[in-house]
């Protein structure tokens, strides 16, 4: 029986990335995560893969990296890079607080996997001219990697979700990967939740039964025959957040409150309900909160839940998310939409089996 291609996670978060690829047909063998909670969970979903749970700017590359060298197909990851979001300064990739980033240029530089995969900030790719392309194109090339790259936009890929990402696909040798084509129509907000329990503020627990019938293709392959529902709950929102929803009909947003019960907000889309019929906006880490961004349900009076979150960047629901409220929404809000992933894997795939018919 043929092996799998092997991958390491890096700053791996609940495992967005890990599960786009493993659905492509990898094995990732190792992972890192430096939130415990965050780490756990990741666990719980992705049983055979070891954890190193911790900062890994702390361990020894060699000593933790040692028995993967040259044995790696892929090393996938998003390091954070805030110093890239500084429009208008040189700042180098030596930057501090670029090092994480550094960090994961040594391990592919230690490991040295026929491919690597970054995904981060589309500003990445365009901050100070290019500046910071440029330098990433040069540190790996001297590696001897060859390099593409783009912003991809995961409702492209059958997530019901406008995420713009950047993504940057290496590989040894002189030949590029091809970037993944846009290969699904786009999958709308009611596709993918329609079918979860109708509940109001305050309703639901962690674990229950289905109460609605499938509706569409999407919510079949998110289910994929599970039999219970899990993180379906609804925050419990004050009277005066309630007063504020009953006012705002379906597709309607602030524009419909009086002025006395507006409030300033530094986020666009506050107070406005999801359209059922187009694709989410982004998903961020406070979706539970009606003034965080346009993530009310589109007719009942609550924001979406971690499940409903959840179908909207597209993990099945035999995905479980675990700990408190707060870092299931920062599991959900800070993933890789697992579709998105998957069609990056797929193009490694496509590109392994090429390789091995020319030799």
């Not at 001897?144 to 713009?164: C, I, K």
């Not at 039964?209 to 919510?219: A, F, G, L, M």
């Not at 529902?229 to 379906?250: F, G, Q």
Request: aromatic share 10%; charged share 25%; hydrophobic share 35%.
């Amino acid at each position: 029986m043929e092996t799998k291609p092997k991958v390491i996670d890096l700053f791996a978060g609940v495992g967005g990335l890990s599960l786009g690829f493993e659905n492509a047909g990898f094995n990732v063998v190792f992972a890192n995560e430096y939130d415990s909670d965050i780490a756990n969970a990741y666990k719980v979903n992705h049983r055979t893969t070891e954890m190193l749970i911790g900062d890994i700017t702390k361990i020894s590359i060699k000593d933790t990296f040692e028995k993967y060298k040259d044995n790696i197909d892929v090393i996938i990851g998003g390091p954070p890079c805030q110093g890239f979001s500084q429009k208008g300064k040189r700042l180098s990739i030596n930057d501090e607080r670029n090092f994480l980033f550094k960090y994961y240029y040594e391990i592919v530089k230690f490991v040295r996997p026929k491919y690597f995969v970054i995904e981060n900030v589309p500003n990445i790719l365009t901050t100070c001219n290019g500046y910071f392309k440029k330098q990433i194109i040069e540190l790996f090339n001297e590696q001897g990697y060859t390099l593409n790259m783009d912003v991809l936009n995961a409702e492209n890929y059958g997530v019901p979700q406008s995420r713009r990402r950047a993504v940057i696909i290496g590989k040894l040798g002189k030949n590029s990967v091809a970037l993944p084509e846009p290969n699904e129509r786009r999958v709308s907000i009611w596709e993918a939740i329609s079918d979860l329990a109708y509940l109001n503020s305050g309703e639901g627990r962690e674990e229950q039964e289905y109460v609605k019938n499938i509706e569409s293709n999407y919510q079949k392959i998110m289910r994929n025959n599970q039999k219970k529902l899990y993180n379906h709950v609804a925050t419990k929102h004050s009277a005066d957040a309630l007063k504020k929803l009953e006012l705002i009909p379906p597709e309607c947003g602030k524009e419909c409150l009086p002025k006395e019960l507006l409030t300033k907000s530094i986020y666009s889309g506050t107070w406005t309900r999801m359209n059922k019929d187009d694709v989410s906006v982004t998903i961020t880490t406070r979706f539970d909160t009606p003034s965080s961004g346009k993530f009310t349900h589109p007719f009942l009076n609550r924001a979406i839940t971690v499940r409903e979150a959840a179908r909207l960047q597209s993990f099945p629901d035999n995905f479980i998310f675990c700990g408190s409220k707060t870092s299931q929404m920062k599991q959900v809000g800070n993933a890789v939409p697992p579709k998105l992933a998957q069609a990056v894997a797929e193009s490694i795939m496509k590109d392994i089996e090429g390789d091995k018919k020319k030799k």
